[in-house]
C-alpha cells in the first residue's frame, strides 16, 4: 500500500512564495516520477509540473520560471518550491507517484490560495 501525503499549502499573498512537500509512504517500486498537479475551482486537473527517476524536470508554460520541481530519493519526498504567486495559481494541488505498470498514486491534496 502507497500512500502520499502533501504539506505546505495555505494563503499567501500575490507574489509571495510557498513550499509544498509529498512524502510517500508504504512499498515504493522504483524507478518512478513524481509530479505535481493542481485543480481550481470548477476547472479541470492541470498538469504543473513533473521530476523522473533521473531528476530530468518540466513544467507547464503557466509556472515556468517561476515554479521548481525537486526530489529526496533517501526520504521518498518530493517539493515544489512556488515563487512569484499569482491569484491563477488558487487550486488544489495533488502529487502524484508514477511506478509505471506497478502502480499510479495520488495524494490527497493541499489548498494554495493567493489572494491580490
Not at 512569484?84 to 495520488?106: F, I, N
Amino acid at each position: 500500500q502507497v500512500q502520499l501525503v502533501e504539506f505546505g499549502g495555505g494563503l499567501v499573498q500575490a507574489g509571495g512564495s510557498l513550499r509544498l512537500s509529498c512524502a510517500a509512504s508504504g512499498t515504493i517500486f522504483s524507478p518512478n516520477a513524481m509530479g505535481w498537479y493542481r485543480q481550481a475551482p470548477g476547472k479541470q486537473r492541470e498538469w504543473v509540473a513533473v521530476i523522473t527517476a533521473r531528476d530530468s524536470t518540466n513544467y507547464a508554460d503557466s509556472v515556468k520560471g517561476r515554479f521548481a520541481i525537486s526530489r529526496d530519493n533517501a526520504k521518498n519526498t518530493v517539493y515544489l518550491q512556488m515563487n512569484s504567486l499569482k491569484p491563477e495559481d488558487t487550486g488544489v494541488y495533488y502529487c502524484k507517484l508514477d511506478t509505471g505498470w506497478r502502480g499510479l498514486y495520488w495524494g490527497q491534496g493541499t489548498q494554495v490560495t493567493v489572494s491580490s
